[in-house]
């Protein structure tokens, strides 16, 4: 890929200052990691993307489970869901802004709308894929509702929910992105309108290098690593 890049920087189809160089952009990155610039970029990021996160699993977990157990529920409010998750991130920002102000609120507010309507969708699917033998086997049993769900219904349906907290944590991060456009405080968005603004492409390629690193990094590292762990378990894989 870099070779490509070098090859169309030389064959000059765009002027330096729209496309530079893999050297320039490797210039930018370690300048900007040199300094901590782009080091605390990351950092503020990435706690604006946790709470965020954290925010939309605990209640997507919730409401994907009232979902899938009360059917009224699914009726109105499911198929509300289903229509904010066709809804892009970035159209929130007007309302995050009237609501908020310019602040870290106002992109947590983005990051948790981007990633909820996945959870919610994810968690209400894995608790309805539920084998219905699986419970009848633990009526019979004596089980209580308790019991029977955080025994039979949450351990079945786990690789789901596994699913939808990867599914949860990409659309975080894009939405994330998303959310510092509006240029509060710092972090990777508000980096890249910098360079935006500025004509610095060098230092837009290099956030965008970073951002890119980073998603995949944390995708293969973490949740695919968790989710198969979790999937070999339960018999879904060898």
Same mark, same amino acid.
């Given at each position: 890929m870099v070779i490509?890049?070098?090859?169309?920087?030389?064959? *000059?189809?765009?002027?330096?200052?729209? =496309?530079?160089?893999?050297?320039? %952009?490797?210039?930018?990155?370690?300048?900007?990691?040199? +300094?901590?610039?782009?080091?605390?970029?990351?950092?503020?990021?990435?706690?604006?993307?946790?709470? *965020?996160?954290?925010?939309?699993?605990? =209640?997507?977990?919730?409401?994907? %489970?009232?979902?899938?157990?009360?059917?009224?529920?699914? +009726?109105t409010v499911g198929f509300l869901i289903l229509s904010v998750q066709t809804v892009p991130s970035i159209v929130w920002l007007p309302l995050a802004l009237l609501w908020f102000g310019l602040n870290d609120k106002a992109v947590i507010f983005v990051v948790v709308i981007g990633a909820l309507c996945t959870m919610v969708i994810s968690v209400k699917a894995a608790i309805q894929g539920v084998s219905p033998l699986l419970i009848r086997v633990a009526r019979t049993l004596s089980y209580s509702n308790i019991r029977l769900f955080f025994k039979v219904i949450l351990p079945a349906g786990l690789p789901g929910i596994i699913t939808g907290l990867r599914l949860a944590w990409a659309f975080a991060w894009r939405s994330l992105m998303a959310g510092e456009l509006i240029g509060s405080g710092s972090g990777l968005g508000q980096v890249l309108m910098t360079g935006r603004n500025l004509g610095d492409m060098s230092l837009v390629i290099a956030v965008m290098i970073i951002i890119s690193v980073l998603g995949s990094v944390i995708e293969l590292l973490l949740f695919q690593r968790i989710e198969t762990n979790v999937l070999k378990k339960w018999g879904h894989t060898k």
């Open positions: 490509v890049w070098e090859v169309v920087y030389r064959l *000059g189809f765009w002027p330096p200052f729209l =496309l530079p160089s893999p050297y320039q %952009v490797g210039q930018t990155l370690w300048y900007g990691i040199a +300094d901590f610039s782009l080091v605390i970029a990351v950092l503020a990021s990435f706690q604006r993307l946790i709470i *965020g996160y954290v925010l939309a699993v605990v =209640l997507g977990t919730l409401l994907g %489970v009232a979902l899938a157990k009360v059917r009224w529920l699914d +009726d």
